[in-house]
Structures are given as C-alpha cells and as structure tokens.
C-alpha cells in the first residue's frame, strides 16, 4: 500500500482496519482528509501526522524515543513539513531526523500497519488537539549508528517484550504487536 502521490484519501479507503476501534478511527480520519483542504495542516484537529516503528530485523530489537512533551516512549514520526503530503516518506524523513539512522527503509513492505487519532495535550505554543497517526514500520540494517537528535529525546533498542512493557500507551502497544508479528519474535 504505498502512497507515492500522497494520495492519502486513496490509501484510508484502501486501509483495512484491524477492529471496530479501528475502523472508526480510519472513518473519522477519512471524513476529515475529504473535508479539509490540508489535512496536514497544525490548525485542524484532528491533523495528520505520520509515525513508525524502528525495527532491526535481525535481532528483532525496536527503537523507541523519550517524547519529552508527552512524557513517554514513542515511535518516531510527527508532522510533515509545508508541501509535503506523502505520509511513508514523512515517517522515512521524521526518521532520519530523530535518529540519525541513514539507511532507513519501509519493512517488510510500505504497507500502512496502524491508523489511530491520539490525544496531544496542550502547550504554551498551542491548544489540546488530536492527531490521525498514520503508522509504518521501517527497518535498518546499522542499529549501532541511532543518534538522538537532542539530548532530551534518547533512544532506546528493545526486545519487543520490553518495549510493550515500557510504552505507556495502548495504542502504541498494539502497532509494537503488530510489528511483533512481523518479526516473528
């Protein structure tokens, strides 16, 4: 399911939900994607935001990294940057930055794994809003040369076991299960 023309309407109505839950997180982010002319756009709520999971294949380890605002471990991804609008290659470049990891690449496939709207709490820059993740799994064949960005934000390589008990979100367990299963650990 790869998004080359940023076609994310095309992609959600393509997307097959896992659950009920799910399924009305995609409805939800597909009426607003129809609806707004930028669904990227920080003035939305829900807005579009493109995330992964960091998986060495080899050792069946994930990345996870402290997300200072949200006070937790996350996957890597966020926002995309003004004109772009393909949510792999958003998730590929929030990857690079956050990681440092130069190799990194859609695994095993581009497929979108997990469509979720997730609460942000507010902040002296802006209001409480939600984001419509859309999640992938990317992989790296050089986990030794992860980097954090800024100091605030370390990495951590985990066995998915670890990671499930270090997250504090369930939405973020269920992607780490998804990803689980295509690692075959």
């Known amino acids: 399911m790869e998004c080359p023309s940023g076609d994310v309407q095309h992609l959600l109505s ?3 939900p896992a659950d009920g839950g799910e399924a009305a ?4 982010t597909l009426a607003m994607v129809e609806s707004t002319p930028d669904p990227w756009s920080r003035g939305v709520s829900p807005h579009l935001t493109a995330s992964a999971v960091v998986v060495h294949p080899e050792t069946g380890r994930v990345l996870l990294r402290w997300h200072e605002r949200m006070e937790s471990w996350l996957q890597i991804g966020g926002h995309g940057d003004p004109g772009e609008a393909d949510p792999l290659a958003i998730a590929l470049r929030e990857g690079r930055e956050e990681t440092g990891l130069a190799d990194l690449r859609p695994w095993p496939t581009a497929a979108l794994r997990h469509v979720v709207v997730v609460s942000v709490p507010g902040n002296a820059r802006e209001p409480a809003h939600e984001h419509a993740d859309l999640r992938f799994v990317l992989a ?4 030794d040369e992860a980097r954090p960005e ?11 076991p670890d990671a499930l008990d270090l997250v ?3 939405n973020l ?3 780490l299960l998804r990803t689980r299963s295509l690692l075959g650990v």
Do not use: F, H, M
């Open 150 to 160: 800024k100091p605030t934000a370390p990495l951590r390589w985990l066995s998915v």
């Open 173 to 175: 367990r269920e992607t």
């Open 140 to 143: 790296t064949a050089t986990p």
């Open 168 to 170: 504090a979100e369930d």
């Open 14 to 16: 393509r997307y097959q």
């Open 25 to 28: 997180d995609v409805a939800r």
